[in-house]
């Protein structure tokens, strides 16, 4: 259809109106395609001057970078690994989708399935709304609400009891008591993914055409059993999708993660200790960091190496809800 | 249990039947009770923090907060002036409309290009998808691409990055509105103005436009509210400031920063500062998101 008109659009016609219109269109459709290449330009801007700003450290501590667990800014005895920003980022995002998952799942079984249809617009509407608060707000209320809470109320709980579990049991028991930590990171990252994942699963199972439904109900199957069998099979790829758009998000939040993990330099013993991200590190020591000097170059280069884990995941999460939406 | 083994079963032996019948509705009653409590929980969050954001946010706010610049703590002492978050009011009013300005034509192109020229050609796809990354990119990198890109070269941080900064976040949000918008309007439509001897251009603004602008200012005021509570790309691009300032070329103070300085400073009368900024950025935020929402709806 719009191959159609965009043949029309341009085609040649003689007459004066026409001849006007053609130039008019040429500009327009230049103006537009040049918009699109600033949009490319920028991401390949993005790459590229964190990859060339990073690389004096990456030649300087070759592949070590990746798996050394030194970071020491202190001039004289600078000293720069990734391995510790890199673990923490990776874990806490991960523990916020373990925690984020069911109850998005929830929340969307809630208003696909359970919810009278009155109730489900207004308590749509408010998941949303977690969405649209600023991360910022999210890092107070993590570190004046959550963090104390977890340090007077979850931590011993955890430590005193999970603790006891052989071989994995230190995960759960820590010595450092300020609240701030790997846990509450997590924490934090899961309330504001919540709504992401939540809306994913939603939108997706609201699309399964309700005779596939309606005949597992027609077999006798239980609410339960329709949505086990029936919808989340249809929509798995989706939903995958869904949680990785979560897990991109998770990976890349900044200032939130700095109020509520510590932004301790230390290679994490336990989910209860404090810990540090790619992005914190970058928001900690980058405004005080010299221009031109190693610190800065390694603040480039893991902020390249986020660059790619988080392009991964959003490219395949792209991929997975495009394709569904797709066939 | 398959079903087919629960059919066998439930043919040969009434009692199994009862049993698995229990179990199934079991099942489903806990699950049922799982779901109600996750929403619960859900709501809960948002309820905590909005209450914690009002009940200390109002305590804090009043006019010398609005109308007067940065100052250090007082220590508690009453005698001495409070500041308030002038400067970064000021700072994030002008940081975020120059970047609205900038971003906003480009997305609505960009949008147009992918909706209107390129639907399924290559380089469509491709910007399409570049796009959808910069969507959901971590915001700090831009952050670090400005300053590599106008940080450096004037040599200090600078209001006009922070424009930069936040206009490349405008930019995908905008994309994304304006192509779903404008690949809703019927076909039949095109094909009218086309028929009636108009240039495409002139189908594109006078029609399409026309016909999606609910849909493409719900963009936009949803871009200017991502990029209001925005903290870490301003971080390595504004800075912030401790006083009024207009000038670009400077480093320019904004709301989500102060909040952010003021509630890491230890100080419980900066960080009621900061509670009464992040109020404001809050209910800034939620405001524009409902009346976005209620623009899309009447649209429906």
Same mark, same amino acid.
């Given at each position: 259809m719009s191959d159609f008109v965009s043949r029309i659009g341009t085609a040649p016609y003689v007459g004066p109106r026409r001849t006007a219109g053609s130039v008019g269109d040429a500009i327009f459709e230049w103006l537009c395609r040049g918009a699109g290449l600033i949009v490319l330009l920028t991401l390949g801007g993005i790459i590229l001057t964190l990859f060339i700003a990073g690389l004096p450290a990456f030649q300087h501590f070759g592949l070590g970078f990746i798996f050394s667990t030194n970071w020491d800014p202190v001039e004289g005895r600078e000293e720069f690994g990734a391995f510790i920003s890199i673990f923490g980022t990776v874990v806490s995002s991960i523990l916020a989708i373990l925690f984020a998952v069911p109850v998005a799942f929830g929340i969307a079984y809630f208003l696909t399935e359970l919810a009278p249809m009155w109730l489900r617009r207004p308590v749509g509407t408010a998941v949303e709304l977690l969405a649209a608060i600023p991360s910022i707000i999210y890092g107070m209320w993590g570190l004046f609400v959550l963090v104390p809470f977890v340090q007077m109320n979850i931590q011993l709980t955890f430590g005193e009891t999970l603790g006891a579990?052989?071989?994995?049991g230190f995960i759960f028991e820590s010595n450092s008591f300020a609240g701030t930590s790997l846990f509450s990171a997590a924490l934090v990252l899961a309330i504001m993914i919540l709504p992401f994942i939540a809306a994913t699963m939603r939108d997706v199972f609201e699309q399964v055409p309700p005779v596939y439904k309606e005949s597992a109900y027609g077999l006798g199957a239980t609410r339960w059993e329709v949505v086990s069998g029936v919808v989340i099979p249809y929509t798995r790829k989706s939903v995958v999708g869904g949680i990785m758009l979560g897990l991109g998000r998770a990976l890349g939040e900044t200032m939130a993660v700095t109020f509520v993990i510590g932004n301790a330099n230390r290679m994490p013993q336990s989910i209860f200790d404090p810990s540090t991200t790619i992005a914190s590190v970058i928001a900690m020591e980058f405004p005080e960091s010299l221009a031109g000097s190693l610190q800065q170059s390694a603040l480039f280069a893991i902020g390249f190496l986020l660059f790619f884990i988080s392009f991964v995941v959003l490219a395949t999460s792209r991929w997975l809800l495009r394709s569904r939406l797709k066939g | 249990m398959s079903a087919t083994d629960a059919a066998r079963l439930s043919f040969r032996d009434p009692v199994a039947a009862r049993a698995l019948g229990r179990r199934r509705s079991a099942m489903d009653r806990f699950i049922t009770i799982f779901c109600l409590a996750a929403t619960a929980v859900g709501l809960f969050f948002l309820a905590s923090i909005l209450t914690t954001l009002f009940w200390r946010g109002f305590a804090a706010l009043d006019w010398t907060v609005l109308t007067t610049e940065f100052r250090p703590t007082?220590?508690? #002492? #009453?005698t001495l002036p409070k500041g308030g978050l002038l400067h970064a009011i000021v700072g994030s009013l002008i940081q975020v409309s120059l970047a609205t300005l900038v971003g906003t034509p480009i997305g609505l192109l960009v949008g147009t290009y992918l909706a209107e020229y390129a639907r399924d050609s290559a380089l469509g796809n491709a910007v399409r998808f570049v796009s959808d990354i910069l969507l959901s990119a971590p915001s700090i990198l831009i952050g670090l691409f400005i300053y590599q890109l106008v940080v450096l070269p004037i040599g200090g941080f600078s209001g006009l990055a922070g424009v930069l900064a936040l206009a490349i976040i405008v930019i995908p949000v905008v994309v994304r509105t304006t192509e779903d918008m404008l690949q809703l309007i019927p076909a039949t439509l095109r094909e009218a103005v086309i028929g009636l001897g108009a240039p495409k251009w002139k189908m594109i603004l006078l029609v399409c436009y026309k016909a999606a602008i609910s849909g493409i200012v719900t963009g936009v005021l949803l871009a200017v509210a991502r990029i209001a509570g925005e903290t870490a790309p301003l971080l390595l691009t504004s800075f912030g400031n401790n006083v009024v300032s207009f000038d670009l070329m400077r480093a320019m103070a904004s709301l989500p920063i102060s909040i952010y300085q003021q509630a890491n400073s230890g100080f419980p009368d900066l960080i009621a500062i900061a509670w009464a900024g992040a109020l404001l950025v809050t209910l800034g935020v939620l405001a524009i998101n409902i009346i976005a929402r209620v623009l899309l709806r009447k649209k429906s």
């Amino acid at each position: 259809m719009s191959d159609f008109v965009s043949r029309i659009g341009t085609a040649p016609y003689v007459g004066p109106r026409r001849t006007a219109g053609s130039v008019g269109d040429a500009i327009f459709e230049w103006l537009c395609r040049g918009a699109g290449l600033i949009v490319l330009l920028t991401l390949g801007g993005i790459i590229l001057t964190l990859f060339i700003a990073g690389l004096p450290a990456f030649q300087h501590f070759g592949l070590g970078f990746i798996f050394s667990t030194n970071w020491d800014p202190v001039e004289g005895r600078e000293e720069f690994g990734a391995f510790i920003s890199i673990f923490g980022t990776v874990v806490s995002s991960i523990l916020a989708i373990l925690f984020a998952v069911p109850v998005a799942f929830g929340i969307a079984y809630f208003l696909t399935e359970l919810a009278p249809m009155w109730l489900r617009r207004p308590v749509g509407t408010a998941v949303e709304l977690l969405a649209a608060i600023p991360s910022i707000i999210y890092g107070m209320w993590g570190l004046f609400v959550l963090v104390p809470f977890v340090q007077m109320n979850i931590q011993l709980t955890f430590g005193e009891t999970l603790g006891a579990i052989p071989f994995i049991g230190f995960i759960f028991e820590s010595n450092s008591f300020a609240g701030t930590s790997l846990f509450s990171a997590a924490l934090v990252l899961a309330i504001m993914i919540l709504p992401f994942i939540a809306a994913t699963m939603r939108d997706v199972f609201e699309q399964v055409p309700p005779v596939y439904k309606e005949s597992a109900y027609g077999l006798g199957a239980t609410r339960w059993e329709v949505v086990s069998g029936v919808v989340i099979p249809y929509t798995r790829k989706s939903v995958v999708g869904g949680i990785m758009l979560g897990l991109g998000r998770a990976l890349g939040e900044t200032m939130a993660v700095t109020f509520v993990i510590g932004n301790a330099n230390r290679m994490p013993q336990s989910i209860f200790d404090p810990s540090t991200t790619i992005a914190s590190v970058i928001a900690m020591e980058f405004p005080e960091s010299l221009a031109g000097s190693l610190q800065q170059s390694a603040l480039f280069a893991i902020g390249f190496l986020l660059f790619f884990i988080s392009f991964v995941v959003l490219a395949t999460s792209r991929w997975l809800l495009r394709s569904r939406l797709k066939g | 249990m398959s079903a087919t083994d629960a059919a066998r079963l439930s043919f040969r032996d009434p009692v199994a039947a009862r049993a698995l019948g229990r179990r199934r509705s079991a099942m489903d009653r806990f699950i049922t009770i799982f779901c109600l409590a996750a929403t619960a929980v859900g709501l809960f969050f948002l309820a905590s923090i909005l209450t914690t954001l009002f009940w200390r946010g109002f305590a804090a706010l009043d006019w010398t907060v609005l109308t007067t610049e940065f100052r250090p703590t007082t220590y508690g #002492d #009453d005698t001495l002036p409070k500041g308030g978050l002038l400067h970064a009011i000021v700072g994030s009013l002008i940081q975020v409309s120059l970047a609205t300005l900038v971003g906003t034509p480009i997305g609505l192109l960009v949008g147009t290009y992918l909706a209107e020229y390129a639907r399924d050609s290559a380089l469509g796809n491709a910007v399409r998808f570049v796009s959808d990354i910069l969507l959901s990119a971590p915001s700090i990198l831009i952050g670090l691409f400005i300053y590599q890109l106008v940080v450096l070269p004037i040599g200090g941080f600078s209001g006009l990055a922070g424009v930069l900064a936040l206009a490349i976040i405008v930019i995908p949000v905008v994309v994304r509105t304006t192509e779903d918008m404008l690949q809703l309007i019927p076909a039949t439509l095109r094909e009218a103005v086309i028929g009636l001897g108009a240039p495409k251009w002139k189908m594109i603004l006078l029609v399409c436009y026309k016909a999606a602008i609910s849909g493409i200012v719900t963009g936009v005021l949803l871009a200017v509210a991502r990029i209001a509570g925005e903290t870490a790309p301003l971080l390595l691009t504004s800075f912030g400031n401790n006083v009024v300032s207009f000038d670009l070329m400077r480093a320019m103070a904004s709301l989500p920063i102060s909040i952010y300085q003021q509630a890491n400073s230890g100080f419980p009368d900066l960080i009621a500062i900061a509670w009464a900024g992040a109020l404001l950025v809050t209910l800034g935020v939620l405001a524009i998101n409902i009346i976005a929402r209620v623009l899309l709806r009447k649209k429906s």
